[in-house]
Nanobody
């Protein structure tokens, strides 16, 4: 099992940057695929980014964030990061990290079975 804790959210102006962190417990963190999802009020939870568990660490992004967001992982620190640049008001949401043991890429929440509690990101215009 793994427990996930997100941090780094906040209130920023459009065009600013934030870096979210997802800290995980457990000794097998490197074997978990990790994804970020977000959920805005009244909307469904949507995929943001995914990073594989393998040494290659392949990444996948939603079209809406491609070129602005970067997902990375530091297995020595049991942490996955989401660097968010050029933020827009439509990026406002609660951001969740999710994990799947030796999981493959999924863009739907059902592909992951461990979730954090979320961190709020608010981007003002």
């Amino acid at each position: 099992q793994v427990q996930l804790v997100e941090s780094g959210g906040g209130l920023v102006q459009a065009g600013a940057s934030l870096r979210l962190s997802c800290a995980a417990s457990g000794r097998t963190f490197s074997s978990y695929a990790i994804a970020w999802f977000r959920q805005a009020p009244g909307k469904e939870r949507e995929f943001v980014a995914h990073i594989n568990w393998s040494a290659v660490g392949s990444t996948f992004y939603a079209d809406s964030v491609k070129g602005r967001f970067t997902i990375s992982r530091d297995n020595a620190k049991n942490t996955v990061y989401l660097q968010m640049n050029s933020l827009k008001p439509e990026d406002t949401a609660v951001y969740y990290c999710a994990a799947k043991y030796r999981g493959t890429y999924y863009s739907t929440p059902t592909g992951y079975n461990y979730w954090g509690q979320g961190t709020q990101v608010t981007v003002s215009s």
